[in-house]
């Protein structure tokens, strides 16, 4: 594990995005970035209807031994 960080876009906690231009913490689609771990996103990727699409695009690029 290196020391890049993850996040995942979410509806914004504080106004829950309801109000996108007046809230300074979230974006004008009222959503926010969150840091999340890769078990968090592994979860998210899990139930993902593009799940096979994603998996996919995990297989490890070097498959020589
Ligand atoms: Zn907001």
Known sequence: MDNKKLF????????????????????????TYVQASAKAIARIINVDPHRGEIIALLEPEDTEE
């Open 8 to 31: 995942i876009k979410v509806k914004c906690s504080i106004c829950r995005g309801r109000k996108p231009f007046s809230c300074v913490y979230c974006d004008m689609l009222g959503e």
